[in-house]
């Protein structure tokens, strides 16, 4: 019971690492280290594209190490000097590497915490405990926000950069509270203790897994119509309401971390709810959110739309790792799977801001949300009617295989 303890406040200080820098690093080298939007842009879309494209690397990584607390631990360090460095050497070739460092270093955590967490937890307990892991890291997030403010950080940039290390040293602390042997490791990659892992999987055979297909696909629609609103709706917020755009981007977050938490709770009863009602949910609050943000002007209502954001986007995130555990169980190849689905989610993502943005110039923001609310009405019906209950999925290595073979691996029929 103690490990699970210690899984708490490994998501809590993991949130306050990542939420210790984030934002800061663009306000630092904007009003600190004096660079211009054009050279901030070039770096964060390099360092983007790296993040992204390492995604399923890094997962076949998480897979194949037993070392996965160490691999937390050395990651938050990792994280810190890369924030230190860019305060200290605030030029171009520094920020360019910390920060693709960083790219990379954010898709280590949550994969890795949850493949501790599934090689800790009963399948009937992971729920739960997912749950409970997502409540605890939007906790910390809440956290570092509101103790950055009363720090009065905004006098002070450098100080986010400062604060990171002690968060990284409770990291620390907390994942090596977790007993070594008390990770199954056999699990912890999804595949089962009487089972051998199905080997040389590739990633374009997985997309060829029709269960993970059938997620990949819906997720994907559900990014690209998602990511873009928030940005568009602060935009749209700061025009109208000079000089508080800080205050607003602020309060916007606090209240989708607020919401997740409760979502959090619900999916802890994810095993009587089933999963694919809350996936609806999630689905079904884009849309709503869309038509609200295109349909009101007042400040206050839309802000208050943060809490279907929450809804929408914080319930996906914290379903996706149990959705994988069903999909993927028996594979061995989960944090794979976790990191392919990070990737093409992510490509989504980055692809509908330009997408959003450009249809926000020519025909205002208005348009633009509508356009975002018809794309999720695809993935939300998409959801309905080709995706099935994952909890009732059988496991990977009971499905027949497809007379077509990849190369480098098995191929599977849903």
């Known amino acids: 019971m103690m490990r699970l303890y210690a899984l708490d406040w490994v998501n809590f ?3 306050d690492v990542r939420g210790g820098l984030g934002a800061f690093v663009i306000v630092f080298l904007t009003s600190k280290a004096h660079w211009s939007a054009s050279e901030i842009g070039i770096v964060l879309s390099i360092s983007g594209v790296v993040g992204i494209m390492a995604l399923p690397f890094v997962g076949a990584f998480i897979d194949h190490t037993r070392a996965k607390r160490t691999l937390v631990a050395a990651g938050a360090f990792l994280l810190s000097f890369c924030g230190l460095a860019i305060v200290w050497r605030p030029d171009v070739p520094v920020v360019l590497a910390a920060d693709v460092v960083m790219a990379i270093l954010g898709g280590v955590f949550a994969p890795t915490v949850a493949a501790i967490t599934v090689g800790l937890c009963s399948r009937e307990g992971l729920a739960a405990r997912l749950g409970r ?3 605890f890291d939007r906790a910390g997030n809440i956290f570092i926000a509101a103790l950055i403010g009363l720090l009065g950080i905004s006098a002070m940039q450098e100080a986010p950069f400062y604060i990171t290390p002690l968060f990284a040293i409770l ?5 090596f509270s977790i007993p070594a042997g008390a990770v199954d490791h056999l699990k912890a990659r999804g595949s089962e203790a009487d089972q051998p892992i199905a080997a040389s999987i590739s990633w374009f055979s997985l997309l060829r897994y029709r269960p993970f297909l059938l997620f990949t696909v819906a997720s994907a629609m559900f990014h690209f119509a998602n990511a873009p609103v928030l940005p568009l709706m602060l935009q749209k917020l700061t025009l109208a309401n000079s000089g508080l755009g800080t205050e607003i981007t602020s309060l916007a977050l606090i209240i989708t971390q607020a919401t997740t ?3 959090a709770l619900i999916v802890t009863r994810a095993n009587e709810l089933g999963r694919k009602p809350l996936l609806i949910a999630a689905f079904a609050a884009v849309p709503l959110r869309g038509i609200l943000c295109a349909t009101f002007d ?7 739309t943060q809490v279907l954001d929450g809804v929408g986007g914080g319930l996906l995130d914290i379903l996706v790792p149990l959705v994988l555990a069903d999909i993927m169980r028996g594979a061995g190849h989960y944090s794979l799977a976790r990191g392919v689905l990070g990737a093409i989610q992510g490509l989504g993502g980055s692809l509908s801001q330009s997408f ?3 249809i926000a110039s020519f025909a205002g923001y208005n348009a633009a949300f509508l356009t975002t609310a018809l794309i999720s009405l695809f993935a939300l019906f998409f959801v309905m009617f080709a995706l099935p209950e994952t909890r009732q999925i059988a496991p990977f290595f009971l499905r027949e295989p497809s007379p077509a073979k990849s190369r480098k691996g098995t191929t599977f029929q849903g």
């Open 356 to 358: 959003a943005g450009a």
């Open 298 to 304: 007042q400040p206050a209502f839309l802000l208050a």
């Open 13 to 15: 200080f993991l949130a």
């Open 261 to 263: 938490i409760m979502m």
């Open 171 to 175: 990291t620390a602390i907390a994942v």
């Open 133 to 135: 892991n997502a409540a």
